[in-house]
Antibody, heavy 120, light 110 residues
Framework: QVQLQESGPGLVKTSETLSLTCTVS????????WSWIRQPAGKGLEWLGR???????NYNPSLKSRVTMSVDTSKNQFSLRLSSVTAADTAVYYC??????????????WGQGTMVTVSS | QSVLTQPPSVSAAPGQKVTISCSGS????????VSWYQQLPGTAPKLLIY???KRPSGIPDRFSGSRSGTSATLGITGLQTGDEADYYC???????????FGTGTKVTVL
């Protein structure tokens, strides 16, 4: 079955850029939507954005100026970059497959999550 | 931004039923399908319900979902100790152009 695995630095310095990669195994990354979602400790879920393997991208407007997503179909990976990070960006970051269509969306497969701490 | 409101906690004895409400508006629940997620302690969320009331393969029929107007409800019957978790609703908000999640509800089995 399809599995997702996040990877990247667990510690990022304030004002620098957070970079994470999600590797898709057990299936093809093509023809699906892929999202990033984060969760600060003890708090709720925040959607960061989605990317479609054909190139369509939607970002959370609250982060739009700082977030960049990309996909590498040859490696079955997609990535997140979040610039100018502050302590408020400290969270567990999840990648997820999104079953997305007109009026509907559901995150049906999730990675285990990776903790990212922002500190000076 | 949590534009979907859920009760902070619900509880019941084993074998009983609980319901979790998710209140939104016409720009989200009122016009888009709702999904529900279960997050066991220390783990990633898991999809329980999609398209308001459909269950993915492997999810027992003890879990059910419904939507009425600008609110949605998750029901859990035959409550088990393994159901102790945080539950989140989610949907697309057409006005904000963002996927939104509920504030989360902690289910406790007494």
């Amino acid at each position: 079955q399809v599995q997702l695995q996040e990877s990247g630095p667990g510690l990022v310095k304030t004002s620098e850029t957070l970079s994470l990669t999600c590797t898709v195994s057990g299936g093809s990354i093509s023809s699906y939507y892929w999202s990033w979602i984060r969760q600060p400790a003890g708090k709720g879920l925040e959607w960061l954005g989605r990317i479609y393997t054909s190139g369509g991208i939607n970002y959370n407007p609250s982060l739009k100026s700082r977030v960049t997503m990309s996909v590498d179909t040859s490696k079955n990976q997609f990535s997140l970059r979040l610039s100018s990070v502050t302590a408020a960006d400290t969270a567990v970051y999840y990648c997820a497959r999104e079953d997305y269509g007109p009026l509907r969306s559901a995150f049906d497969i999730w990675g285990q999550g990776t903790m990212v701490t922002v500190s000076s | 931004q949590s534009v979907l409101t859920q009760p902070p906690s619900v509880s019941a004895a084993p074998g009983q039923k609980v319901t979790i409400s998710c209140s939104g508006s016409s720009s989200n629940i009122g016009n888009n399908y709702v999904s529900w997620y279960q997050q066991l302690p220390g783990t990633a969320p898991k999809l329980l319900i999609y398209d308001n009331n459909k269950r993915p393969s492997g999810i027992p029929d003890r879990f059910s979902g419904s939507r009425s107007g600008t609110s949605a409800t998750l029901g859990i019957t035959g409550l088990q100790t393994g159901d102790e978790a945080d539950y989140y609703c989610g949907t697309w908000d057409s006005s904000l152009s963002v996927e939104v999640f509920g504030t989360g509800t902690k289910v406790t089995v007494l």
